[in-house]
């Protein structure tokens, strides 16, 4: 099990969930997961194709509830203490405090003009309008799109639709914001453009991030990295998990390419020092030549 301290913001402690495939099969896509997020963290979930990482990012703010064990945000069960299996009377509020942004921005959509569409959480949290107006402007800006506000979302790039997305989410103010695998269907630039932004909300504004990928160059901007496979956390650490090349592999995970060239450029005889990223491999070659 990993360790949690007292007051950890997120916590998941021995949870198991199943789907049910029929009436007597099911298929177990978490078993006995536990680890735990603190306030202020940037956290990357990596696993293989099928490990659990979308069921976690539906657990984290009820949009399942855990056949046993238990999630907790900000100490707030999402799991009723007097029925069981049912929601909690707290889920509305751990809803406003987990955001989550899916794959497919598309799927998340409401509206054909997208101030209208960043409204709409904030409308259903029953805001008045003068404060929506400002949720929403703030929200747009910044994600950069604040000049986009009056046009079609169904018109965006993909790159685009995920940043208005991610407005839409930001403008219900929640403390914690969950990827799910939300870079997979942007090519390189819209992907970079995505992890840039998440990257400063943390960084600058102090909002709680977890990326959930199987994009190792993106787990590299994270501060803790848990790795999951087949349901279960079975490694969780810095950065330095990252470069544990053996155990990754044999859970169909590479090593972020920047450590894989900065090994290569090792064992040719250049003293490289530690680096993660591609920013952190090209600010050391640029210091060393």
């Given at each position: 099990m990993l360790k949690c301290t007292q007051m950890s913001f997120v916590e998941?402690?021995?949870?198991?969930?199943?789907?049910?495939r029929g009436s007597?099969?099911?298929?177990?896509?978490?078993?006995?997961?536990?680890?735990?997020?603190?306030?202020?963290?940037?956290?990357?979930?990596?696993?293989?194709?099928?490990?659990?990482?979308?069921?976690?990012?539906k657990l984290l703010n009820g949009l399942l509830l855990p056949q046993s064990g238990t999630v907790t945000v900000d100490g707030m069960n999402t799991v009723s203490d007097n029925v069981g299996g049912s929601a909690s009377d707290n889920i509305f509020e751990i809803r406003?405090?987990?955001?989550?942004?899916?794959?497919n921005p598309d799927n998340q959509t409401v509206a054909s003009i997208i101030e209208d569409d960043v409204a709409f959480g904030p409308e259903n949290l029953g805001l008045e309008p003068k404060e929506i107006r400002r949720r929403v402007d703030e929200a747009l800006k910044s994600v950069g799109m604040y000049e986009y506000r009056?046009?079609?979302?169904?018109?965006?790039?993909?790159?685009?639709?995920?940043?208005?997305?991610?407005?839409?989410?930001?403008?219900?103010?929640?403390?914690?914001?969950?990827?799910?695998?939300?870079?997979?269907?942007?090519?390189?630039k819209g992907k970079r453009e995505i992890m840039d932004i998440v990257t400063r909300l943390n960084r600058e504004e102090g909002m709680?991030?977890?990326?959930?990928?199987?994009?190792?160059?993106?787990?590299?901007?994270?501060?803790?990295?848990?790795?999951l496979d087949d349901g279960e956390a079975i490694l969780c650490g810095g950065k330095e998990v990252l470069t544990k090349g053996e155990l990754l592999s044999g859970r169909g995970l590479d090593m972020p390419p920047a450590i894989r060239i900065?090994?290569?450029?090792?064992?040719?005889g250049m003293p490289i020092g530690d680096v993660y990223t591609v920013r952190e491999l090209t600010e050391e070659l640029c210091r060393l030549l």
């Amino acid at each position: 099990m990993l360790k949690c301290t007292q007051m950890s913001f997120v916590e998941l402690k021995n949870v198991r969930y199943a789907y049910n495939r029929g009436s007597t099969s099911e298929v177990v896509a978490i078993k006995d997961l536990s680890f735990c997020v603190e306030k202020g963290e940037f956290v990357a979930l990596v696993g293989h194709n099928g490990s659990g990482k979308s069921t976690v990012a539906k657990l984290l703010n009820g949009l399942l509830l855990p056949q046993s064990g238990t999630v907790t945000v900000d100490g707030m069960n999402t799991v009723s203490d007097n029925v069981g299996g049912s929601a909690s009377d707290n889920i509305f509020e751990i809803r406003k405090k987990v955001g989550v942004v899916f794959q497919n921005p598309d799927n998340q959509t409401v509206a054909s003009i997208i101030e209208d569409d960043v409204a709409f959480g904030p409308e259903n949290l029953g805001l008045e309008p003068k404060e929506i107006r400002r949720r929403v402007d703030e929200a747009l800006k910044s994600v950069g799109m604040y000049e986009y506000r009056e046009r079609d979302p169904f018109r965006l790039s993909g790159g685009q639709k995920q940043r208005v997305a991610i407005a839409g989410i930001l403008a219900i103010r929640p403390e914690v914001l969950v990827l799910d695998e939300a870079t997979s269907m942007l090519d390189p630039k819209g992907k970079r453009e995505i992890m840039d932004i998440v990257t400063r909300l943390n960084r600058e504004e102090g909002m709680t991030v977890i990326t959930i990928t199987h994009f190792m160059d993106e787990a590299a901007m994270a501060d803790k990295i848990i790795v999951l496979d087949d349901g279960e956390a079975i490694l969780c650490g810095g950065k330095e998990v990252l470069t544990k090349g053996e155990l990754l592999s044999g859970r169909g995970l590479d090593m972020p390419p920047a450590i894989r060239i900065a090994d290569r450029l090792r064992k040719g005889g250049m003293p490289i020092g530690d680096v993660y990223t591609v920013r952190e491999l090209t600010e050391e070659l640029c210091r060393l030549l």
